[in-house]
């Protein structure tokens, strides 16, 4: 593998001679890799200095949905989220990392009820008493990204659906029990896919998770409906988000024909799903944006 020598810097950045930091790490990741795990390269690893520049602009992703928590109600249109969105982000140095991202028209996607992810907002959508609605905001700032999400329950919903946003709330938690260094991205998807099936529900299988940090999304991709020991090998520094979409019926979904981005459920009954990114640290994890 990497040809440094004991004595010479780190590739990691950190000036210190490679004997003193990561040898030991990079001995260990050739073992996993002997026993045939999959293990994340150098680059994936944040140093120090890139998990602050990620929490800079973490900072910002937290305030826009802050602001969204503290003014949406029914009446709102989506329109008028993706405007606040793009007028918190800038206003704080950012950018909206979903505008213009692979086409992509708008700064914030608005999922609401059977829309499982990836919703446009739009001025004929206003929102109503009852509805539910998944606000996902990412943010580039200095070349550093930060992605997560929230639902919020218009005015009155019913104990159903309240009950799925909830649960798949909880989920998050209960990802996060398995989230630290050696132990595999598989642990933490399946104890995700457990829960939710074990409180009546399914969990989104086609679209995941991701890394990022250096970019919006990076390697590895993300499942919830993992198996224990499988996936990626977590270790300090990888940083990633836990977003699973967990559905009131089937799993299955599909895509908008006419705007290529609307993921719909394939039964049209709700789907719910909140994000968080974390980091992975020396003794667990830290979150660093929801
Ligand atoms: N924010 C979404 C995620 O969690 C990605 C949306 S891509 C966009 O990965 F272009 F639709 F914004
Ligand atoms: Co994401």
Request: charged share 20%; net charge negative.
């Amino acid at each position: 593998m990497s040809k440094i020598g004991r004595n010479d810097p780190c590739w990691c950045g950190s000036g210190n001679k490679y004997k003193k930091c990561h040898l030991d790490f990079d001995r260990k990741l050739s073992t996993f890799r002997g026993m045939g795990a999959e293990v994340p390269t150098h680059g994936l690893i944040k140093t120090p200095a890139q998990i602050q520049g990620i929490k800079e602009s973490a900072k910002i992703n937290i305030a826009v949905l802050d602001y969204v928590a503290a003014h949406i109600k029914a009446g709102v249109t989506t329109e008028e989220i993706d405007q606040w969105v793009y007028q918190e982000t800038v206003k704080r140095g950012g950018i909206p990392a979903p505008l213009h991202y692979e086409g992509y028209p708008k700064s914030v996607c608005t999922s609401i009820d059977n829309v499982v992810c990836h919703g446009i907002p739009s001025p004929d959508r206003v929102l109503k008493e009852g509805d539910i609605i998944n606000v996902d905001c990412s943010t580039e700032l200095n070349g550093y990204f930060s992605d997560s999400s929230r639902m919020f329950c218009i005015g009155e919903v019913s104990p159903e659906k309240k009950r799925l946003v909830e649960i798949t709330k909880q989920s998050l938690s209960v990802g996060l029990e398995h989230v630290k260094p050696w132990g595999f991205l598989g642990d933490m998807g399946s104890a995700i896919n457990e829960f939710a099936t074990a409180n009546g529900y399914s969990v989104v299988r086609d679209i995941g998770g991701h890394g990022i940090g250096l970019a919006f999304h990076e390697d590895p991709w993300v499942s919830y409906v993992s198996l224990p020991g499988t996936e990626m090998l977590m270790v300090p520094g990888l940083c990633f988000t836990i977003e699973p979409m967990i559905n009131m019926g089937t799993y299955e979904i599909y895509e908008d024909e006419d705007d290529g981005w609307t993921i719909y459920t394939e039964d049209g009954q709700p789907s719910a799903q909140w994000e968080i990114q974390v980091v992975v640290t020396e003794d667990g994890y830290e979150i660093l944006s929801y």
